[in-house]
């Protein structure tokens, strides 16, 4: 690109503000200019008003930037939301009212009809529901969501099994505490533990898979005709979440089949070269402990998902392991990706 398009992010100063931030450093095709957040934060300068939280100090891009009170006008057309779901529908919603394009890391529309909750390459076509939102809600703009940081997981490494007809799903989650955000779990709670509960986050996980593998049907999603039920649970890892999962099929796939599917799959983001696309989405690892938080979630800059385990099982079909990076490719990647989806599809 000659130019780059300018970008900003609401709810700059909290933890998921910070991964956009840094993910967004050096992109090619976005240059991050606007910051915004609360009124406290509001017209002072990002070092003093947001503690940096990730590893290194605060990046001299963003160091010197005044934050902004979270208000459209003079915000770049588009725009990442980081903000706190307690304060995200009216805050995002005057935003797509005014023009800007919002791409969502809150939970607040993910399962609205005319919302798209997307995964690139997944659900490239749902992003034809954003001039629904222009038709019937009138506004000028439009918002995109990612999906919850544990569905992103699921949801690629079922797309590529899609073909088989999925019919019953069960999935397991071992997630990381960076997914409870800042300060997250109490250490006393979580330090060789394990915290069998995350408040809404089974029946995210459940409803947002059926509308991410759903069919797009002109105005709405049409959502996959599967049983989806999910565990989720918190565990002492830092980064990463692993899910084991188990799926049965109307067709019935062999192991071989089932592995190629995985290897096999590309989609739009490769096709297109995107930016933050992994040249390979769902990475099947062969070893039999594999994958592992500590050793894989890093891998691709965070962005792709790793599978392995693949094994009968005794009640469904078949049962596997996938790993994903809960604050990359569950969220700020995620987003970023959506966004780079939308330029491609001539939207910014």
Request: glycine fraction near 8%; hydrophobic fraction near 40%; charge should be neutral.
């Amino acid at each position: 690109m000659e130019r780059k398009i300018e970008v900003g992010v609401l709810g700059a100063t909290g933890m998921v503000g910070q991964h956009f931030i840094k993910f967004l450093q050096g992109h090619p095709w976005f240059e991050l200019t606007w910051l915004g957040a609360s009124d406290r934060s509001a017209g002072r300068k990002y070092r003093e008003a947001a503690k940096w939280h990730l590893g290194g100090g605060t990046p001299a891009s963003v160091a010197d930037l005044a934050v902004q009170e979270s208000k459209p006008g003079h915000a770049p057309k588009l725009v990442f939301s980081a903000m706190d779901a307690s304060v995200a529908t009216e805050i995002e919603q005057a935003f797509a009212a005014a023009g800007h394009l919002v791409v969502s890391n809150s939970k607040n529309h993910r399962m609205d009809r005319d919302v798209p909750l997307l995964v690139p390459e997944v659900n490239p076509d749902h992003l034809a529901l954003i001039p629904q939102q222009r038709v019937h809600r009138g506004w000028e703009g439009g918002i995109a969501t990612n999906p919850n940081c544990s569905t992103v997981g699921l949801t690629l490494s079922l797309a590529p099994l899609r073909q088989f007809g999925i019919t019953r799903v069960i999935v397991t989650t071992m997630q990381a505490i960076s997914g409870a955000g800042y300060p997250g779990v109490p250490s006393m709670d979580i330090t060789a533990n394990v915290v069998p509960f995350i408040g809404g986050e089974e029946e995210k996980m459940e409803q947002e898979t059926q509308k991410i593998l759903g069919d797009f049907a002109i105005d709405h999603i049409r959502p996959l005709a599967a049983r989806v039920s999910a565990h989720c649970n918190r565990v002492p890892v830092v980064d990463g979440h692993t899910e084991t999962v188990s799926v049965e099929f109307a067709a019935k796939p062999t192991a071989v089949e089932i592995i190629e599917a995985f290897r096999a799959f590309r989609s739009v983001p490769q096709a297109r070269n995107l930016p933050s696309a992994p040249p390979e989405p769902v990475i099947y690892m062969t070893e039999g402990d594999r994958p592992q938080p500590r050793r894989d979630v890093d891998r691709e800059r965070g962005m792709a998902a790793f599978v392995g385990r693949l094994r009968p099982c005794p009640v469904f079909d078949f049962k596997y392991v996938t790993l994903s990076h809960n604050t990359v490719r569950g969220a700020a990647g995620a987003a970023v990706l959506n966004a780079e989806l939308m330029n491609s599809e001539g939207l910014l």
